[in-house]
């Protein structure tokens, strides 16, 4: 069974940092690309980052460059997201993802509270 595991959110003040963390199982992580996505109420999930499976190709939205860094531990099966320089706006539920098959999986959810 594929489960991810997110942790590490929090509240900070503008321009803190937070790292995300998430735990994957279930499945050949080092063969999959994972991602992480966020979601704002009455808002749809929107893409913030993701990583090929060698961590050799990266992808991060144009909101968050140069300010949010993904990463992945293969020997951990564990894919990371740091977040440096947050803004009210980076407020959300974070949530990893990952596409097993034809199936997508998403973590339960790690809330990122940005106050000004």
């Known amino acids: 069974e594929v489960q991810l595991q997110a942790s590490g959110g929090g509240s900070v003040q503008t321009g803190g940092s937070l790292r995300l963390s998430c735990a994957a199982s279930?499945?050949?992580?080092?063969?999959?690309?994972v991602g992480w996505f966020r979601q704002t109420p009455g808002k749809e999930r929107e893409f913030v980052a993701a990583s090929s499976w060698t961590g050799s190709l990266k992808y991060v939205v144009d909101s968050v460059k140069g300010r949010f860094t993904i990463s992945r531990d293969n020997a951990k099966n564990t894919v990371y997201l740091q977040m440096n320089s947050l803004k009210p706006e980076d407020t959300a539920v974070y949530y990893c993802?990952?596409?097993?098959?034809?199936?997508?999986?998403w973590g339960q959810g790690t809330q990122v509270t940005v106050s000004s």
């Open positions: 279930g499945f050949t992580f080092s063969g999959h690309t």
């Open positions: 993802n990952v596409r097993v098959g034809w199936k997508n999986y």
